[in-house]
């Protein structure tokens, strides 16, 4: 568990729950996916959706780019051709989008991104003071971040409360069954399926989906794109959000993390769901693939198709 924010060296490492949301409104679920922990790093999957909203693609991809790092989420680097931050998913990239997060204040930018994950999860969330005051005496690191893209005209001025905003959002409460609904939301287009309200736009959610896919898992996000297959994202409080679109959305918390920051139970789920399920994006064995009315759609006979890639039967 992370040493640098001392609240989440508090938690249970036996604490360990699982939720499934299928985008019809169901649950599969076991053990603690209700016990509530803080978002950490997942917050920024769903802020950089907001930022989008509020902004546009043009503008977002101003201040921060889509490429993978390979670094770590802390790492303290910026493309130096353009000095933005690589990705949204790395801390960088995630304190410049909450910086562009709109609101007349601190008090209602913050009001906008608990609305914001509210629409995703159905009720309304609290930020955990410890944890957020925390990270705010000891986040120095984070600071850093922010003071060397100020440095480069990055960021806005406010920089102090960007950085509060940034801590508070990570210091979001959520449970495995929400990280299951807001998953399972990406994964029916934008609309919580439970409560059929919209989240976000349906022209953004491709980039979330996108960058969660790339960039998600930190230095991990590669292997895990093979093995894993599924667009996911991991916090340092112990929780892995992760779906599949169309079908499903994933939540696992357990407080115990590997070395590059991800719960090691919740890569462990995901992974081995992925598997025995066949929910690797990319696993064209699939069942339900029916690529003969995906063939009549595109106006051409897949009989006609010289060397298909695949087995039809
Ligand atoms: N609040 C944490 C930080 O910025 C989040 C990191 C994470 O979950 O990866 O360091």
Redesign the pocket.
């Known amino acids: 568990m992370p040493d640098y924010?001392p609240e989440l060296a508090l938690a249970t490492p036996q604490w360990f729950g699982i939720s499934v949301a299928t985008v019809d409104g169901r649950y599969f679920e076991v053990g603690d996916y209700s016990r509530s922990f803080t978002i950490?790093?997942i917050s920024k999957a769903f802020v950089y959706g907001l930022a989008l909203e509020d902004h546009g693609r043009d503008y977002v991809q101003c201040k921060v780019s889509v490429e993978p790092t390979g670094e770590a989420?802390?790492s303290i680097m910026l493309d130096q051709s353009t000095n933005r931050p690589y990705n949204p998913m790395v801390?960088t990239g995630a304190i410049a989008t909450t910086d562009i997060i709109k609101g007349a204040n601190p008090t209602e930018r913050l009001k906008r991104i608990l609305e914001m994950i509210r629409r995703y999860t159905g009720h309304n969330h609290d930020v955990n003071m410890p944890v957020f005051l925390s990270?705010r005496t000891t986040?120095n690191r984070?600071r850093a971040i922010a003071y060397l893209m100020l440095n480069f005209g990055m960021v806005t001025e406010h920089i102090e409360e960007t950085l509060d905003l940034y801590?508070q959002q990570?210091a979001v409460m959520v449970t495995a069954h929400d990280l299951a609904t807001m998953a399972a939301t990406l994964a029916n287009g934008g609309v919580n399926p439970v409560t059929g309200e919209r989240a976000l736009d349906e022209r953004y959610v491709q980039d979330v989906i996108s960058v969660m896919f790339t960039c998600g898992m930190?230095n991990h996000s590669g292997s895990w794109a093979c093995k894993g297959g599924l667009p996911a994202k991991s916090?340092?409080?112990g929780g892995i959000t992760a779906l599949v679109p169309e079908k499903l959305g994933i939540g696992v918390f357990s407080p115990p993390l590997d070395a590059r920051?991800n719960s090691v139970r919740g890569v462990g789920v995901c992974r081995d769901l992925a598997n025995d399920f066949g929910l690797h994006v990319f696993d064209i064995a699939k069942p339900d693939h029916d690529l003969e009315a995906f063939m009549a759609t595109q106006g051409a006979d897949s009989s006609d198709s010289p060397d298909l890639m695949w087995d039809k039967t």
Do not use: L
């Open positions: 924010i950490q790093s989420f802390n801390n990270e986040g984070n801590f990570c930190y916090g340092v409080g920051g």
